[in-house]
Structure formats: C-alpha cells, structure tokens
T-cell receptor, first 115, second 113 residues
C-alpha cells in the first residue's frame, strides 16, 4: 500500500480564518513533507519532518505552521493567509535511512482558496 | 546549481502513437532520477525511478534510461492511450541531499482518440 491521504480535498477560507490541513500515511515512512503547487508549476518544498522533528523550513512565512503529532500524521495550520496563498497543497512521505530520504509518495492534495 | 530541463508542452498525440518526453539534468555526482505523473485534479504519482547510470526504470508501459554520458532521462512509451493524458514531471535528488527533489517544469501530454 503506497497511499497518502489528505483532508479536506477542498478548502475555502477568509483571510482572518484559522484552518488546518491533515495528512496521514501508514507505510511506516519516517520522513514527511509539505509542498505548495501553483497552477501549471511544479511543486515547491515547504517543510520536511524526519522522525517527527522539523528538519527543513524553506523560509516559509509564519502564517503556515506545521505539526507532526506522530510518525503517521502531519498537519499544516493556516492563519491569516493571503489570496496569493491559494494553491494545491501536497503532502508526501518517504523512507528515511542513513540520513537520506528515498522516493517520495504524494497524497492527492488539498485545493485551498483564500478569499 | 542543480537543475532539470524538460521539453515544452503541450505534446499532442493520437492514440497508439509513440511517446518521447525529453528530460536533461545538471547535477554533480550521481543523482537519483524520477518521473512523476499528475492527472487532472490529482496529486503526483511516482511513475518510475533510476538510481544509477544505465539503470532502466519501467512501469505501466513507460520506460526511461539513466544516461550519464548525455545527462538525460527521457520518458518513452510505445503506444499511448487517452488515459495517459496528464502532466509529467522529471525530477532528481542529489546523493548528498537528504530530502530535496528538484523538479522540471512539467510537460503536459494530450492524447486524442
């Protein structure tokens, strides 16, 4: 099973709202990722967790706050977003051994619209 | 810096035609190479991979060979179907990079009946 699930599938939020995106995998992967994808562009890495610890923050604005409650779950908390943050948010996971990640498996994404 | 270059799209083909999507890369050492496919409204799916020179990745009739001498990883399929219509991303991961995938810009494939 190479499935990564994400909820919700679609989300519309105002600029003053607080919402959360959720991601889950049961492949035993110990690295999990958040990506942002704008239309007709490749995904851009936002955050990486390995062994439930934040390993990489690609200079993402603080209105995006990641959380990894356990090895299977990854959340992205959203607050005071801007319309330009509207995008497809993708979660991915991979094995992680010897300090290196392996091929990443992506979820279906959450289509976020900020009004 | 490291980069991946893909052919501009869209690529429009008739069903059962032969497909080639070109991908070349710039990287030091021996990166791992991947093809991902993104169907409309969906996330990315890993299509195939190769981790060393001359490796051939294959899946669902698609193939790509890791060519170190030409720094290429071209995607091929002998007979495309309408259901293959999607965006295809070539990507690399450096050996000394734990996590980061470097993606090409993506190539949209449209297959007509």
């Amino acid at each position: 099973d190479t499935e990564v699930t994400q909820t919700p599938k679609h989300l519309v939020m105002g600029m003053t709202n607080k919402k959360s995106l959720k991601c889950e995998q049961h492949m035993g992967h110990r690295a999990m990722y958040w990506y942002k994808q704008k239309a007709k562009k490749p995904p851009e890495l936002m955050f990486v967790y390995s062994y439930e610890k934040l390993s990489i923050n690609e200079s993402v604005p603080s209105r995006f706050s990641p959380e990894c409650p356990n090895s299977s779950l990854l959340n992205l908390h959203l607050h005071a977003l801007q319309p330009e943050d509207s995008a497809l948010y993708l979660c991915a996971s991979s094995h992680f051994e010897g300090g290196r990640g392996y091929e990443q498996y992506f979820g279906p994404g959450t289509r976020l619209t900020v009004t | 810096g490291d980069s991946v270059t893909q052919m501009e799209g869209p690529v429009t083909l008739s069903e059962e035609a032969f497909l080639t999507i070109n991908c070349t890369y710039t990287a030091t050492g021996y990166p791992s190479l991947f093809w991902y496919v993104q169907y409309p409204g969906e996330g990315l799916q890993l299509l195939l991979k190769a981790t060393k020179a001359d490796d051939k990745g294959s899946n669902k009739g698609f193939e790509a060979t890791y060519r170190k001498e030409t720094t290429s990883f071209h995607l091929e399929k002998g007979s495309v179907q309408v259901s293959d219509s999607a965006v295809y991303f070539c990507a690399l991961r450096r050996m000394d990079s734990s996590y980061k995938l470097i993606f090409g810009s993506g190539t949209r494939l449209l297959v007509r009946p």
